[in-house]
């Protein structure tokens, strides 16, 4: 089983709509977990991370982890088209060297 | 937020060149940093961790000679791609580890598109 999954999408929705975006996580022992967005032919770029304990709202980002499911998600409210991208979740794990997992990632479209 | 700058951002090279692609953390120290290669559609895939004053420690059907990265300084790693041939045309990207309380952050530069032709 990997450690994190995500569904690769692609994902196409109409503008203004909430988006939902999920990863499942194996690894028991983390405890804070990061999102990534990467757009066409760039690398990715930190959008958000939280503690596995609760959910962080930033803007119209909101972050909320099910630690009894070891569901993550994203939402992302009032979606704008340049928010499309592609949408990674990252476990950090403790092996050596500072090592993250990355999901597959979930490639979002937002339909003018 | 930490700042990590890749070049060249686009490289086009002959068959049997050799090509380094640097990875800079501009206004932070990092021990540690990452290669991944990516191609279209596909996820990233980590080539290697770079370590600073040591030896990279690559990943599973990675070659080490075809890929040979230098770590030198807290804020410099560069990748060389040993004679390139049309299969290693890819997208290369670094990352940065900065470590903070508990927390590890890696940051990304903005990639390298290499073509070999």
């Known amino acids: 089983q990997k450690e994190v999954e995500q569904d690769p999408g692609p994902l196409s929705v109409p503008e203004g709509a909430i988006v939902s975006l999920n990863c499942t996580y194996s690894n028991s022992a983390f405890q804070y977990f990061m999102w990534y967005r990467q757009y066409s032919r760039k690398g990715p770029e930190l959008l958000m991370y939280?503690?596995?304990?609760g959910n962080k709202e930033d803007g119209r980002f909101t972050a909320q982890v099910d630690k009894s499911s070891k569901y993550i998600s994203l939402f992302i409210r009032d979606s704008q088209p340049s928010d499309s991208a592609t949408y990674l979740c990252a476990d950090p794990t403790y092996s050596s060297a500072s090592k993250i997992i990355f999901g597959s990632g979930t490639r979002l479209s937002i339909r003018p | 937020g930490a700042v990590v700058s890749q070049h060249p951002s686009w490289v086009i090279c002959k068959s049997g060149t050799s090509v380094k692609i640097e990875c800079r953390s501009l206004d932070f120290q990092a021990t540690t940093m990452f290669w991944y290669r990516q191609f279209p559609k596909q996820s990233l895939m980590l080539m290697a961790t770079s370590n600073e004053g040591s030896k990279a420690t690559y990943e599973q059907g990675v070659e080490k000679d075809k890929f040979l990265i230098n770590h030198a300084s807290l804020t410099l790693s560069t990748l060389t791609v040993t004679s390139a041939h049309p299969e290693d045309s890819s997208f290369y990207i670094c990352s940065a580890s900065l470590l903070t309380g508990t927390k590890n952050i890696q940051y990304f530069g903005a990639g390298t598109r290499l073509s070999v032709l």
């Open positions: 939280t503690y596995s304990s």
